[in-house]
Nanobody
């Protein structure tokens, strides 16, 4: 059983930065496409970024391109989300997820494992 634990959320102001971490245990991390999703208050969960399990390719939503960067350290079984120039509309619960052998562009329904989420609040 794969377990994912997110950390690094908090309350920040517009323009600040945060780095989220997600530590995985169980399974074979190096074969998982890792994704970050978020769920703003009152809205559905949406895709943020993904790190393909092979080749280092990444994919991110248009709303975060140029501001957020996903990266992974397979030796530490950890995926990160560096968030810069944060805006109030980035306020959400951020979830880490794992998709075994998945494509970087895979839809949300193909992600098999999910963390409990970490809350990010950006004030204006």
């Amino acid at each position: 059983q794969v377990q994912l634990v997110e950390s690094g959320g908090g309350m920040v102001q517009t323009g600040d930065s945060l780095r989220l971490s997600c530590a995985a245990s169980g399974g074979t991390f190096g074969t998982y496409t890792m994704g970050w999703f978020r769920q703003p208050p009152g809205k559905e969960r949406e895709f943020v970024a993904a790190s393909y399990w092979r080749g280092g390719r990444t994919h991110s939503a248009d709303s975060v391109k140029g501001r957020f960067t996903i990266s992974r350290d397979n030796a530490k079984n950890t995926v990160y989300l560096q968030m810069n120039s944060l805006k109030p509309e980035d306020t959400a619960v951020y979830y880490c997820s794992a998709n075994p052998w998945g494509l970087a562009t895979a839809p949300r329904r193909e992600y098999k494992y999910w963390g409990q989420g970490t809350r990010v609040t950006v004030s204006s």
